[in-house]
């Protein structure tokens, strides 16, 4: 025999009376990916963000991809919780640091590949990237409202967002915004510590 459905109202009547109980329904935070951008334009914030990365990836079930010229998953790397053994790991594991960016084919390898099994239905998707596309941008736009489709939010962090005078003109980060569900700096330590309160957030959101 089953016991009562979790948030189900039950009965103790131990004391001889029936007194109504309520079991407030247990929730779970939404899964969240990580899709970091390692091409050379993103070099001077790599670090940072890869830091970043692997707060949420120690401690709760997080996925973590690079993207550049091809996908790598580092979950496996980011798992190890001294975060600089972690990012030796994840540096022997990603052989296209400091290249080139294919945002859109990176995007659709994902989402071939990883999106429809379940990792990114459903999840809190944060993108890490200053937008810049060397290909067709009309094949990241495609792939972004795949993207936006399948996530319960799309997160967008570019660390030039803060620059004097930041307008998302370059081609790539122009096709994604539509597809975003919030845009915002990953320059500092104050913005990173935004973006981590926009993911907490979007990721207990039912």
């Known amino acids: ?3 009562p459905a979790a948030g189900a109202n039950t009965t103790d009547a131990t004391d001889g009376s029936a007194r109504l109980r309520h079991r407030a329904p247990v929730t779970k935070p939404r899964r969240v990916v990580l899709l970091l951008d390692v091409s050379g334009s993103m070099d001077p ?27 790598t998953r580092v979950t496996r790397e980011m798992a190890h919780r001294d975060p600089d053994t972690a990012l030796a790991a994840v540096a022997a594991a990603v052989p296209d640091r ?37 290909a067709d941008p009309a094949l990241l736009a495609a792939q972004m409202g795949r993207l936006h489709r399948l996530a319960h939010r799309v997160v967008w962090a570019n660390p030039r967002k803060a620059q004097p005078g930041y307008a998302p003109l370059a081609a790539g980060m122009a096709a994604a915004l539509p597809h975003v569900d919030a845009f915002v700096e990953g320059h500092s330590l104050a913005a990173l510590e935004q973006l981590a309160a926009v993911v907490r957030g979007v990721a207990s959101d039912a």
Do not use: K, N
Not at 56 to 61: G, I, K, L, V
Not at 109 to 114: E, H, R, S, V, Y
């Open 1 to 3: 025999m089953t016991g």
């Open 45 to 71: 914030y790599a670090d940072a963000l890869l830091r970043f990365a692997h707060g949420p990836a120690a401690r709760t079930p997080t996925e973590v991809f690079t993207i550049g010229t091809r996908l």
């Open 98 to 134: 400091s290249g080139g960016t294919r945002l859109g084919e990176m995007l659709r390898a994902f989402l071939d590949g990883w999106g429809q099994r379940s990792c990114a239905r459903g999840a809190v998707v944060v993108v890490l990237s200053d937008g810049w596309e060397r």
